[in-house]
């Protein structure tokens, strides 16, 4: 009976660990949530920041390296959704308005709107992956 | 040593218990099974609405909505696709230049056959719609293929549709290969996608009968027996891969082109889940 108990707590443990390894997303997600762009949390000890990567990236100097640079990041991430199936509607279009703003030399407009399809594709790829390992859970069950 | 054996013991157990549910519920070519998905939707669906039967799924929304099978019945006092079904009669006796016709393409000469599709071809090792089907005799005769989604395509297929209306679907899966698309167009049904996050059977399965803005969408059982349809939305009359273009554009994905195999794949399995309900097209939806 101890030895059953023993294995039953352990294999607990095991799951709640996991889910703790995860749980620097779960923070992000609160205090960006909470708090928008632009504000600071404490994780583990350290201090983070509530920036998605494409903000901090299209907080550059607004200049034609830097437009050309974002644009080609969110060309390729653009692209690795595609290869997943799971890029979304509106992710090429921003990308042409990007590559337009650019040609008029609106570099600003440009670096917002390659980072908006950046992080549109990031999210698909991010959902490609939870989609791999979680899909079959909505299936209905076998009785 | 024996709190390590212990340990480790448990974390076997944990790791077994992940990998038995997977086992049960089909995720690979290995362990899914066509059948018992099949019953599960069913039993599903009769644990949703007890008091709908299960030859009733062929009518859509309307087998399980009150209020809208009213206005339906009220629609198809008048079908909307009555033209649509003699102009697809006309087209398919019209000989093709060759003197041939789309009847010398078909078993039966295309009367009576819509429920043998989709149907797995092994030579190609690809699923073959009617659409396909129809637009591979024609091109074979030297005759240019009709567009995929509309007009037409959606005309001859409706006429043949309706040569078979009352006959059960029989959806084979005669093999792994086979197997493998069915997996393929099961997997996409249940995978959340698109800027929405949402996946077939979000609306279909748990949303089914559930208000998306002011609609009802249609359970997952019996969704692959009435088409091609006449929508009121659309105004004319359409095939099911004109459906799965504008369902995963509305989940803000970049959808696919019709015919694609992705959508190809998703009617394999589709249809699979309607074995044993009748063919009942072509229909008239909202």
Known sequence: ?143 | MKIIKTTLLAMSVAALSQSAMAAKTGATLDTVDPEADRIALQDYMKNRFPDTPIDEYINGIYAVDAASRAQWEEIEEFPPYELDLEAGEELFNTPFANGKSLADCFENGGIGIRQHYPKWDDARKTVVTLEMAINECRTENGEKPYGWKKGPIAQVSAYMAYTSRGSEFVIDIPNDDAKAAYLDGKKFYYTKRGQLNLSCADCHLTGTNRLVRADLPSPALGQATHFPVVRSKWGDIGTIHRRYEGCHRDSRSEYLKVQSETYRNLEYFQTYMSNGLVVNGPGSRK
């Not at chain 1, 660990?17 to 404490?42: H, I, K, P, V």
């Not at chain 1, 494409?54 to 640079?69: F, I, R, V, W």
């Not at chain 1, 997943?84 to 030399?105: C, I, M, P, T, V």
Request: zero cysteines; hydrophobic letters at 45%; aromatic letters at 10%.
């Open chain 1, 1 to 143: 009976m101890k030895k059953i108990a023993m294995i039953a707590a352990v294999a607990a443990l095991s799951a709640s660990s996991l889910t703790m390894a995860q749980s620097f997303q779960e923070a992000f997600d609160m205090n960006r949530a909470m708090y928008g762009a632009g504000a600071t949390f404490e994780w583990n000890g350290a201090t983070y920041n509530t920036n998605y990567i494409e903000e901090e990236l299209a907080s550059k100097p607004a200049n034609q390296a830097n437009a050309e640079a974002l644009i080609a990041a969110a060309e390729a991430k653009y692209k690795e959704a595609q290869e997943a199936g799971f890029a979304w509607r509106d992710n090429s279009k921003y990308l042409k308005q990007a590559q337009e703003a650019l040609a008029a030399g609106e570099f600003q407009k440009a670096m917002d709107l390659a980072a908006r399809s950046h992080l549109q594709s990031r999210r698909g790829v991010e959902q490609a992956a939870y989609a791999e390992q979680n899909w079959i859970l909505a299936v209905p069950p076998v009785n």
